[in-house]
């Protein structure tokens, strides 16, 4: 290699830098215009400069897009947090009122101990006549105390006092209308003779009744 050679290939960083003092770039300019091995030299570097620019550049654009992915994936990972969290408030509320409508329609009518069988058959003729589809189902009054100590769980030989001789509690039926018509029923039957008393939750809010139901 050419003395002249090595100093204008010392140079050629500078020179592409543009960081050189005007003598040294006249002299590197006039070297590559007739040294063709240091011209050769030259154009490498400017390719591998461009490679290199072209490497930051894409990695620039990978650090951009892995950010916006990353932003995303937070944002969508906080959306599907909020409508998990939705999903189970609107479950949660179609149960409460579903259950509200299928169980808060059951009305219990408690019936007098010397009722007769013509005052019963008044009072399911009264409550079909405003509900067809109402159903009856007969508790006596054995059923309603062994239903009691079923409810006094270890307390029920609070009740061992009562028997069949002495048992306090009424014959019922729980009527399963709906809703909105037990109202009307109650109003029916609470002035009907054989009738004592009559108990329902259609009047409760579903939210206290839900409550009532499985807290308390
Ligand atoms: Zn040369």
């Given at each position: 290699m050419k003395r002249e050679c090595e100093i204008v290939q010392d140079l050629l960083f500078g020179y592409q830098d543009g960081t050189l003092h005007e003598a040294s770039k006249d002299l590197v300019e006039e070297h590559l215009k007739k040294c063709e091995e240091c011209r050769r030299i030259f154009s490498e570097m400017k390719k591998d400069e461009i490679e290199v620019d072209k490497k930051e550049e894409q990695e620039q654009e990978i650090d951009y897009l892995k950010k916006v992915n990353k932003k995303m994936s937070r944002k969508n990972s906080l959306l599907m947090v909020i409508g998990t969290i939705l999903g189970i408030i609107i479950l949660l509320n179609v149960g409460i009122f579903v259950y509200y409508y299928s169980e808060a329609g059951k009305v219990q009518i408690y019936l007098n101990d010397d009722i007769t069988q013509e005052q019963i058959d008044n009072i399911k003729n009264s409550v079909l006549k405003i509900d067809e589809n109402a159903k009856f189902e007969y508790y006596s009054k054995e059923d309603a105390l062994n239903k009691l100590k079923e409810r006094f769980g270890d307390n029920k030989e609070l009740l061992s006092?009562?028997?069949?001789?002495?048992?306090?509690l009424n014959t019922y039926y729980v009527l399963d209308t709906n809703v909105e018509k037990a109202k009307d029923i109650e109003n029916i039957l609470k002035?009907?003779?054989?009738?004592k008393k009559i108990t329902g939750?259609?009047?409760?809010n579903p939210y206290i009744f839900m409550f009532s139901k499985f807290i308390m």
């Open positions: 006092g009562y028997g069949e001789d002495n048992n306090p002035s009907m003779q054989g009738v939750f259609y009047d409760t």
